[in-house]
């Protein structure tokens, strides 16, 4: 019995490391994107920490419904870039985070609402993301005028025109896209204070992966010894402002 | 090649004119029907084009508008992209309100003086009542794609309809060459070889109809006109016959009367010479009384007269009936001249006139003349017997003499007298015949009138003239002119 294990052990171990994972994330900047700085932070980070696990990784950016569709069927073997969802944890082992990020409302410059409760945003038009994923309740509360866009430079500028009140996104989506997309964007929206949701980045496995769990735990392992001596948030500064 | 085209009936000029007026009028209809036709076309592809900006409104505006408001400006592109590539939008420039612009198409080129333009303002409208202006969207129409179009279609649709023009025109001619050319050829062929020998009714090859038709009526009108001449090309030949026969019987007549005086003076001459031969025995005979003789010497005289009456009564009607000959022969002029002389002796015995008889033959005549001595003879003494009749006294000459007439040699004789002369107003009638100039000088000589007439028919015939001389010789008061003319002079042989 341990003999078979360990022989299927060192089979898994011969495998990854002749055959390369494959880790993919949508384009989600500036936790992953095809111009950004090793792809992105997600893909960066898990690059990194599993070739320092003794990993071969290739990493790739791809749209949000291929990726998923593609999970389903085993093309890819590692996912980025995600929030926990605990539907998806039929198929998918998540890894420790290796950042939060917080969701915050952003308003006009001059404005200033602070956010307390999903149903105090009874009043306000918010644009809000095709598919976005942002928060349970305020996801949910349909009675909210909610003006679906599709980018989040969208919203964000509907938010500088006027034409919806409120939108809502990661901080550091919003700082990025500001930076990256439209600077004048700056001087003219601003957060509002209070946190919608704080929500941590995965690394998440595919279960049928052989030796998935395995490659989680090198994965968390390496992980920790990274944040101890301060490489992570080197890694992540790389990626994000605060 | 040529074979190919004679088939197909291009030899066939009637049809090739037709051909070309036809091709002529096709091509001015085919114009006029293409350019209606395109016309109508092009109305109806501009109001086509001019749809686009309606359906702007109707179906993209919204898009647009909800596009602008959402800051989907991917979106924004797709839409202007596909607006753009209308053929019929030159140009489309959308100006945001928060300061973007999209522009597709060149501003400068058709669209600064566009077919059409439309401005629309996309309006979001808000929930509460209120509406924001997002934009305004400017587009503007060029047909210059449909005139193109049109254009091209005109050259297609103008060609396809000149190529039928000229597919039917051939056609026609191979029609016209086998429904009419052929016919109309049959029928000149026809005409031209039509004859009295030939009388062929003419059949067309042509299948037979009900109704006639104009070439049915020329096929009957020539079979008609062919009936018409037959008639009377056949009353003709009747003609003819009747007249031949008519000649035929004339020239028999005239033959039996030539018969009949040759017959008749035959048997008249041989009893009147037997009555002359008697008489002239009776007058020489010795032992007579003197009053028998003068009797019988009257009645020589008018034997005489009869003779002559009968010669030239004969001469007459044998130049009358074409019975004279002439025949040309080489002749001894000074012996023949010789010979007149002497029988001009003795008609002036005869006449008992007492006057001389001269005869000048000139030295350099030819030895040789030709001629018919005969009827120059039967001419001279005639003449010497009018001049020794109508003279008196004096003198009676012949005269022989070289001339020339028109260039070419002729011998002229004359025979002159000193007479009491022809008076002027009978000078011109004494070749007549029965015409005398004093007819009471007939009781006094006698004669018929015929001798002069004969003389002129008999130079007539032989090529010479008989005139009066007008000028006068010394002394002679009448003088006639026998002119030998185309008389070959033929020198003796050395
Ligand atoms: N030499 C002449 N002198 C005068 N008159 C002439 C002479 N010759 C002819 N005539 C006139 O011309 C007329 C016609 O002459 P012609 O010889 O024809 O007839 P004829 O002598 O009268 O008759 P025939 O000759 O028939 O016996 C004559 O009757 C005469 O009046
Ligand atoms: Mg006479």
Sequence with gaps: MFVALWVTLCGVTATAQTAPLLAAADEWPPFSGVDLPGQGMSLDVIHTVLTEAGYDVTTRVVPWARLMGDADIGQFDIIGSLFADPELEEYLIYSDPFFLTEVRLVQPVGETYAFTTVADLRPFSIAVGDGFLYEDEFDRATYLEKHVVTTTLQAIQMVAAGRVDLTLDSVDVVRHTITHDDPNLKDRVTFADGVLARQDIHMAIRRDVEGSQEIVDAFNATLAKMRRDGRLETLLMRHVQR | MIA???????????????????????SVLSVLSTSAQLGASYFRQRTDATLVLSRI???????????????????????????????????????????????????????????????????????NNRSELVGVLDVRLSLDAVRARVWAEFWTTFLTNLAKAYIAAIALLFLVGHMVSRHLRKIADHVDNTNADNTNALRLDRAGSEKTDDLDRIVDAIDRFECRTREQMDALGNEIIDRKQAE???????????????????????????????????????????????????????????????????????????????????????????????????????????????????????????????????????????????????????????????????????????????????????????????????RAHGGSGLGLAICSELARLMGATLTLDDRIRDGFTTVFLLRLENVALVDLPT
């Design chain 2, 248 to 442: 035929a019987e004339a020239r028999q007549a005239l033959s039996i009367r030539s018969q009949f005086l040759a017959t008749m003076s035959h048997e008249i001459r041989t009893p009147l010479n037997a009555i002359m031969g008697f008489l002239h025995l009776i007058a020489t005979y010795k032992d007579i009384d003197d009053k028998p003789r003068v009797y019988a010497e009257t009645a020589t005289k008018a034997s005489h007269q009869l003779m002559s009456l009968m010669n030239n009564s004969l001469d007459m009607s044998r130049i009358e009936a074409d019975a004279v000959e002439i025949k040309m022969t080489p002749t001894d002029i000074h012996s023949l001249a010789k010979d007149w002389h002497q029988s001009a002796e003795g008609m002036r015995h005869m006449r008992d006139k007492n006057i001389k008889i001269t005869l000048d033959v000139a030295r350099d005549l030819p030895p040789l003349i030709n001629m018919d001595a005969s009827h120059v003879t039967q001419i001279v003494s005639n003449l010497v017997d009018n001049a020794i009749k109508f003279t008196d006294a004096g003198e009676v000459d012949i005269a022989i003499k070289n001339a020339t007439s028109d260039g070419n040699p002729a011998i002229d004789i004359r025979v002159s007298d000193t007479g009491n002369g022809i008076p002027e107003d009978a000078r011109a009638r004494i070749f007549e015949r029965f015409t005398q100039a004093d007819s009471g000088m007939l």
């Design chain 2, 57 to 127: 409104e109707d179906t993209l505006a919204s898009p647009l508008e909800q596009a602008v408001w959402t800051f989907n400006f991917d979106q924004v592109d797709v839409i202007l992209d596909g607006l753009a590539a209308d053929p019929n939008i030159a140009f489309v420039e959308l100006q945001s309100s928060t300061g973007q612009s999209w522009t597709r198409g060149d501003p400068d080129e058709q669209a600064a003086t566009p077919d059409d333009q439309r401005v629309y303002e996309l309006v979001h409208k808000l929930d």
């Design chain 2, 4 to 26: 190919t085209l004679r088939a197909i009936g291009f030899d066939n000029r009637l049809g090739l004119r037709l051909v070309i007026a036809s091709l002529i009028v096709g």
